[in-house]
């Protein structure tokens, strides 16, 4: 039987696209719409359907290349070259650019050591698939595909499970979230006035997934305290001259990672997570802490790898360097993996407190806000301290809260005098 090129169809105005993610192997069998592969651009996320059902013979594409119209994919034996050509050819001409940028039904990869899948409501393993055609129908019916759990090979959701799902919601069933949590009804907020619809971009759709997940999962339980950072602070501006020199600036965040570490192996419940089945728990003999970092296109954390054998000023360049390439999108899958324990500051936008939600598997994050000035009583008279918001949360079903509050004095403790970092 004749074999089939498989080319990249009209994307309107992309060219040059990366590649990644290719979701077929030679000897595949695939169906008409099921996706081929996985493009994104500056812009948007999208995947490749198949115009035709067959076996793949040859692919002739992998994940970091460039591609842009007319680019050979792979190669197809058809099952009915006359039956599928004409059906999946009409499928592509038909739809239109809106639909091909749509932000596809999220692939499902672990970013920082899960335990289960990225999406709280998905599957824990796998990867969700949809054609284009069962994306636009979900959209029209306000469907979120990551509650479906797709019939088709490797998990590709059909137009007959939108049909069934279709039908549960009319019968006034729940669907199968994982969490018994009915969805948030849909509404058509045209009717009060003018909207406009502005999609989120990959970052941000992968962060409320994987915070959504982590705040389902995970008791979250806060301890707020304050600790007096007034010799750490005057300490760091002596470095500052030296650190300077060197092309560094010394922020007081390394302190805390530095800080943490050692709190860390006193209290190594928090340096820890628990196993997937919850019967025991896993410590972690390596410290690695993720740095929340706030960036243009959303929230990312990569990671400072055996932090406690890492001065501040080898703490502090890397922080800066991680900082930069994060801005940039110059982070590699890698660097955001491998984290046991997280800060987050917001020091340099303000604020008395917050609530971070645990980076799980992570047991346990901290939190920073704005340092201020404040009275405190010495004993005689009240002296203006310098005086630092310490906001910890943590997962309850290891961590309780006489431990957490011990872990937090602990830290303030060590922040106040630093001199004791060197015992």
């Not at 169906?31 to 198949?50: G, H, Q």
Request: with cysteine; net charge negative.
């Amino acid at each position: 039987m004749a074999t089939k090129e498989i080319l990249i169809p009209d994307i309107g105005d992309f060219t040059d696209v990366d590649v990644i993610e290719v979701l077929v192997n030679p000897g595949d069998e695939i169906s008409v719409d099921e996706p081929l592969i996985t493009v994104e651009s500056d812009k948007a996320s999208m995947e490749i359907p198949s115009p035709d059902s067959g076996v793949v013979q040859d692919v002739r594409i992998k994940v970091g290349d460039k591609v842009s119209e007319g680019d050979l994919v792979l190669i197809l034996e058809p099952v009915n070259p006359s039956a599928t050509s004409t059906a999946g050819e009409n499928a592509i001409q038909s739809a239109d650019i809106t639909d091909k940028i749509e932000p596809p039904a999220e692939t499902v990869s672990p970013s920082v050591e899960p335990p289960a899948g990225l999406h709280p409501l998905a599957k824990d393993s796998g990867t969700i698939h949809a054609g284009p055609s069962v994306r636009r129908l979900a959209r029209e019916q306000s469907i979120d595909l990551t509650k479906i759990q797709g019939s088709g090979r490797k998990g590709l959701i059909t137009k007959e499970d939108i049909a069934n799902y279709l039908e549960d919601r009319e019968a006034g069933k729940s669907p199968v979230t994982g969490t018994g949590i009915p969805p948030i009804p849909a509404v058509d907020f045209t009717g009060f006035g003018e909207i406009e619809e502005i999609p989120l971009n990959k970052i941000k759709r992968l962060t409320a997934a994987n915070l959504s997940r982590a705040w389902l999962n995970v008791p979250h339980v806060m301890h707020n305290d304050e600790t007096d950072i007034t010799e750490a602070e005057a300490f760091r501006k002596t470095l500052k001259a030296e650190a300077e020199k060197e092309g560094i600036r010394i922020s007081l965040l390394s302190f805390f990672i530095r800080a943490c570490c050692t709190v860390l192996k006193k209290y190594p419940t928090f340096n820890a997570s628990l196993a997937p089945d919850g019967e025991s728990l896993l410590l972690k003999k390596y410290y690695h802490i993720g740095i929340a970092v706030d960036t243009p296109n959303g929230l990312v954390v990569p990671v400072i790898r055996d932090a406690d054998h890492k001065g501040l000023f080898e703490l502090s360049s890397e922080l800066m360097e991680l900082s930069r390439r994060a801005r940039e999108r110059k982070l590699s899958p890698g660097d955001m993996q491998g984290a046991s324990f997280t800060i987050s500051s917001l020091g340099g936008i303000g604020g008395t407190s917050f609530t971070p939600i645990v980076n799980a598997p992570e047991v346990a994050i901290l939190g920073l806000t704005r340092s201020c000035m404040k009275p405190v009583w010495d004993g005689s008279q009240f002296v203006p301290r310098l005086m630092q918001p310490i906001s910890l949360s943590y997962d309850h079903r290891v961590i309780d809260g006489a431990e957490a509050a011990r872990f937090v004095r602990e830290l303030g403790a060590l922040m106040h005098d630093i001199r004791r970092l060197l015992v």
